[in-house]
């Protein structure tokens, strides 16, 4: 079973599908820890109750990002993880740190990949007036949101629809695909190999799909 460390900033719902999946046998790992940035964060509380070592190492403590990054590396490293999950863990990461976990660190990102990358996704694709909107599971690599990407899921965009209507048409998929990605990487048909996504030994073009 492989070691799961997932990283949080908030509410924590797409670390509960992986877990869930996890004790439902649908992923063949362990979230042995959840981390989070904020004490705040109400996934922590959910990650306790179902028995996960949780911990706060708040940025606020640190004077730069490289010093909180440094210490966020040794805390993650203290629980030996096969694999980083990030789960709305709203913070830019430092290259140190992203090359440290390389091959290792997955990522969910609400946006069809590439576009959007950052924060505000809903919002923006609304206002760009697209007709289908969706979210990335994607490998961290030192571009912010730039990592290969592994797998992707569409929603329509509907006529009214409001940031809100798309985040949850989004969450749903999240919950999907993210546990799907996290079983691929611990049952080892995925990796990265030359800065790209490799699932059963094809490499994964840019929305998630095998190149011929």
């Not at 004077?63 to 440094?70: F, I, P, T």
């Not at 959007?116 to 206002?127: C, F, I, M, S």
Request: charged residues 25%; negative net charge; hydrophobic residues 40%.
């Amino acid at each position: 079973m492989k070691r799961i460390v997932v990283l949080i900033s908030g509410t924590g719902s797409n670390m509960l599908a992986i877990q869930e999946a996890c004790k439902q046998g649908r992923v063949a790992g362990q979230v042995v820890a959840v981390i989070a940035n904020k004490a705040s964060a109400k996934g922590l509380e959910k990650a306790a109750a179902q028995g996960i070592d949780t911990e706060v190492l708040s940025h606020q403590a640190f004077d730069s990002r490289e010093a909180y990054d440094a210490e966020l590396k040794v805390l993650i490293d203290s629980y030996q993880p096969d694999l980083v999950v990030l789960a709305g863990f709203m913070r830019i990461l430092t290259g140190d740190l992203t090359r440290h976990f390389e091959g290792r660190m997955l990522n969910i990102h609400p946006s069809l990949l590439p576009k959007y990358k950052g924060v505000n996704t809903h919002q923006r694709a609304l206002d760009a007036g697209d007709k289908e909107h969706g979210v990335s599971v994607h490998f961290v690599t030192e571009e912010l949101d730039g990592g290969p990407v592994i797998l992707q899921a569409k929603v329509p965009v509907f006529d009214g629809d409001t940031a809100d209507d798309l985040q949850a048409r989004v969450h749903e998929q999240e919950h999907r695909i993210y546990p799907l990605v996290v079983n691929w990487f611990c049952q080892g048909r995925l990796a990265l190999q030359g800065g790209r996504a490799v699932l059963d030994g094809q490499v994964l073009g840019e929305s998630g799909y095998a190149n011929e």
